[in-house]
Nanobody, 124 residues
Framework: QVQLVESGGDSVQAGGSLRLSCAVS????????MAWFRQPPGKAREAVAT???????TYADSVKDRFIISLDNAKNSLYLYINPLKPEDTGMYFC??????????????????WGQGTQVTVVA
């Protein structure tokens, strides 16, 4: 059974940094298309970073140069490093997975497996 569990969310001041983690079980994380989404309060869920099974990484324009997606095969985990944090980064962050063939796209429909999310709050 595929399971994704996010952690690392916190309330931090603008300009700070965070590393979010997504522990994966039930499959090898490097074989899947993986993504981080976020959902700001009262808004739709949006993709911020994706990693295809071939290693290709894509970022949303709004987070380029501040977000880094990575994975650790030994820990079978996906990460999202955010620096510097901005108030508009506030929201629930979710990791998501899709088994190949997958596009690594930015649509919610591109991913079948989701975690429960971890909350990030950035205070100005």
């Amino acid at each position: 059974q595929v399971q994704l569990v996010e952690s690392g969310g916190d309330s931090v001041q603008a300009g700070g940094s965070l590393r979010l983690s997504c522990a994966v079980s039930g499959y090898y994380v490097n074989l899947y298309c993986m993504a981080w989404f976020r959902q700001p309060p009262g808004k739709a869920r949006e993709a911020v970073a994706t990693r295809r099974s071939n290693g290709r990484i894509t970022y949303a324009d709004s987070v380029k140069d501040r977000f880094i997606i990575s994975l650790d095969n030994a820990k079978n985990s996906l990460y999202l490093y955010i620096n510097p944090l901005k108030p508009e980064d506030t929201g629930m962050y979710f990791c998501a997975a899709a088994f190949p063939p997958c596009t690594g796209g930015f649509s919610i429909e591109d991913y079948k497996n989701w975690g429960q999310g971890t909350q990030v709050t950035v205070v100005a």
